[in-house]
């Protein structure tokens, strides 16, 4: 066997729900019997150190050929030590336990308390924490529970890929959608409520921060950074996302899509009340949870519906709702309904969560870089963080709705580089099948190991497969708007996959002479 990593999980992670330290090994032709045998000497290493025993646990990862010990820790060099002597045994460099137990008992006298897992307790929480994951919508679902928590009276918190606020206040800029981010939040004094927006990367690099959350959000899943750290595929992206819904706390509820059947399949997992939402109200989950005296949260083509108990009872009508432009879009829908559903799940008053769904919108200075939509010149031009395929799937839906008779769609396509390259090139092909015109941009901060060089040509070989060519290639997004722009005709609708110079476009948008208004309907 060889050693693939050791990685301490400070949270609930992928393995255990509670701190783990994670010994990847690549079996080498070796069965999994010799991990489990591995997982015995964890024991064994534990006991001769006067230690207690821990959790472990044993799986095969989803890269062929490897596999992963994981156990609970209290103290991390003791849990290190003990990795390390697992990984010296596993890859044959000794077999020896008596050096390793001997270095082992010399470290756990010396642990210290501040050498324990940075995990918030329950214990330690003073506030109500409300957990968001899922593949696309987090920052829209997270702003919008914050706003309406506030319109409820609450202190907020929240931390998402856009930063970290403080009752409406940024006070740290950048991503902060890992544990780092929810600990900055969880750990302010004086707030009522904190809203974590919860990337992959954090569960699967730290664990989640906290030991529990009271509602956990689960939206959506689809493929996305596929081929990182062992998960190559959507069922796995599924189980590294559903640690959120899982440590909801049992009183608590895990706000589950039912439109999605990885989503719902978590419900059986977990060990909160279930709150399903769906965009349809006739969905037999639904019908047949709401029948069972759960609650659920759907839409129709016209409004937003409670249902519980036998009870059906209307929100708001989609007019109302502007994040949704009347129902046109969808996923929007989608972002809503958990919203709300999030929101009851912790006993906010209905009129509140109303008057927080009418007044929040898809503005720059709202919900900034998420289907922002302007007017410029007889044409639409939606601003919005489609990085992936299913949300360039869901932008493009939307851009037809706006699109006029006789116009266009131009599509302005490019990601992040860390991305599988069919995914990359996927993105070219529902580009050009969509699109009547497609601009390539490129990127500076979101390589990711790839050169621009190579990350252009995968998109330019999906548009090339679709039997169409690119109109423009682009290095950045900023040049790219002011491209198709200029082609640009009254009718035409502009859809930009916007990740590094959202702010730049809607200056250049703003700043054009001409009339620009920011659409809510």
């Not at 010990?69 to 003791?78: K, T």
């Not at 659920?296 to 016209?302: D, F, G, H, N, S």
């Not at 989608?334 to 799940?345: M, V």
């Not at 110079?501 to 002479?513: A, T």
Request: proline share 4%.
């Amino acid at each position: 066997m060889r050693l693939v990593e050791i990685r301490d999980l400070d949270g609930p992670n992928l393995f255990l729900l509670e701190p783990a330290i994670k010994v990847e090994l690549a079996l080498d032709g070796a069965p999994l019997s010799a991990v489990e045998a591995l997982g015995q000497t964890v024991l064994e290493l534990h006991q001769r150190a006067g230690a207690d025993l821990p959790r472990i646990t044993v799986a095969e990862m989803e890269t062929p050929g490897q596999a992963t010990l994981a156990f609970s820790w209290d103290h991390r060099r003791f849990a290190l030590g003990i990795a390390d002597a697992i990984a010296r045994i596993a890859t044959g460099e000794t077999g020896d336990l008596s050096d390793a137990a001997a270095r082992l008992r010399e470290i756990r006298a010396e642990c210290k308390a501040d050498d324990a897992p940075l995990m918030i307790r329950d214990t330690d929480r003073r506030m109500r924490a409300i957990a968001v994951t899922g593949t696309n919508g987090k920052t829209t679902t997270t702003r919008l529970i914050a706003h309406i928590g506030r319109v409820a009276g609450l202190r907020v918190g929240w931390c998402s890929s856009a930063g970290v606020y403080i009752n409406g206040a940024q006070v740290v800029e950048g991503d902060y959608s890992g544990p780092s981010g929810a600990r900055r939040v969880l750990t302010e004094p004086g707030l009522d409520l904190a809203v974590l927006e919860t990337a992959r990367g954090g569960i699967l690099l730290r664990g989640v921060a906290y030991e529990s959350n009271d509602v956990g959000v689960f939206i959506n899943v689809s493929a996305d950074h596929l081929d990182l750290q062992g998960i190559r595929t959507v069922r796995g992206l599924a189980r590294v996302k559903s640690i959120v819904a899982r440590v909801t706390r049992p009183e608590g509820y895990a706000v589950l899509n039912a439109d999605d059947p990885l989503v719902l399949a978590v419900g059986e997992t977990v060990r909160a009340r279930r709150f399903l939402v769906s965009r349809d109200e006739r969905n037999p989950a639904v019908l047949a949870h709401v029948a069972a005296g759960g609650r659920a949260l759907v839409a129709t083509p016209r409004e937003l519906v409670h249902l519980e108990g036998g009870e059906r009872a209307t929100i708001l009508p989609l007019s109302e709702v502007p994040i949704t432009f009347g129902g046109r879009a969808w996923h929007m829908v989608e972002n809503a309904l958990c919203a709300a559903a999030a929101c009851l799940g912790i006993g906010l008053d209905m009129q509140a969560i109303c008057e927080g769904l009418r007044t929040f919108r898809n503005t720059p200075s709202d919900n900034p870089g998420r289907l922002n939509v302007f007017r410029v010149g007889g044409a639409s031009v939606i601003l919005d963080y489609a990085h992936n395929e299913a949300g360039l799937d869901c932008l493009l839906d939307f851009a037809e709705t706006l699109k006029q008779p006789g116009g266009r769609v131009i599509s302005i396509i490019g990601t992040a580089g860390d991305r599988t390259a069919e995914s990359l090139r996927e993105l070219g092909r529902i580009a050009a099948r969509r699109s009547e015109v497609v601009i390539v941009k490129g990127t500076k901060k979101y390589l990711r190991g790839r050169n621009l060089e190579e990350l252009i040509g995968l998109y330019v070989e999906g548009i090339e497969n679709a039997g169409a060519t690119p109109y423009a290639i682009e290095p950045l997004e900023l040049p790219a708007t002011e491209r198709a722009l200029e082609i640009a005709r009254p009718g035409d609708v502009i859809a930009i996959m916007a990740q590094e110079q959202i702010e730049e476009i809607v200056s250049l948008l703003q700043g054009r002479g001409q009339a620009v208004e920011a659409l809510s309907t």
